[in-house]
């Protein structure tokens, strides 16, 4: 069976910390893969407002997903610490792949690996923006 393969970046931008609660928790009694996105969503919204941003509002404009794939590592159960990287990739004129790395705290032990990718959307005119020059400067893309 062919499996999915994400390359993660040497370095992260950005991390944070999230536990395991019992709702993240499925029937196999581990981490279930809804939670996993969820862990992915919250980083995501931490990242952006260590920058100033939000998912509502990236300089008036802003971000849909398109996409979405998880790759799974390992198990993580209730009571774990994870941390959550964060960096984003591949900016092109209208959006970018973030990418993410959960490792259980305590361990070091990988979870998953994460990638979305997004597109600057504008919610008024319903389509498609274009990246705004201050996002892609953070991240440190060429204006």
């Not at 960096?87 to 705290?105: H, I, N, V």
């Amino acid at each position: 069976m062919a499996r999915v393969k994400l390359e993660m970046p040497e370095r992260f931008a950005f991390s944070t910390e999230l536990p395991v609660r019992i709702t993240d928790i499925n029937y196999g009694r581990h981490l279930g893969n809804d939670a996993v996105l969820a862990f992915a969503h919250e980083a995501r919204v931490r990242f952006l407002g260590a920058h100033g941003f939000s998912e509502a509002d990236v300089d008036g404009v802003g971000m849909i997903m398109l996409d979405a794939v998880v790759v799974y590592k390992s198990q993580a159960f209730h009571g774990e610490a994870l941390v959550v990287e964060v960096a984003a990739a591949d900016l092109g004129p209208c959006g970018c792949d973030f990418l993410y790395r959960l490792t259980e705290k305590q361990s070091g032990r990988e979870i998953a690996r994460v990638k979305t990718g997004l597109a600057f959307f504008d919610y008024a005119k319903n389509r498609i923006a274009k990246m705004p020059d201050r996002f892609r400067s953070a991240m440190g893309g060429a204006a």
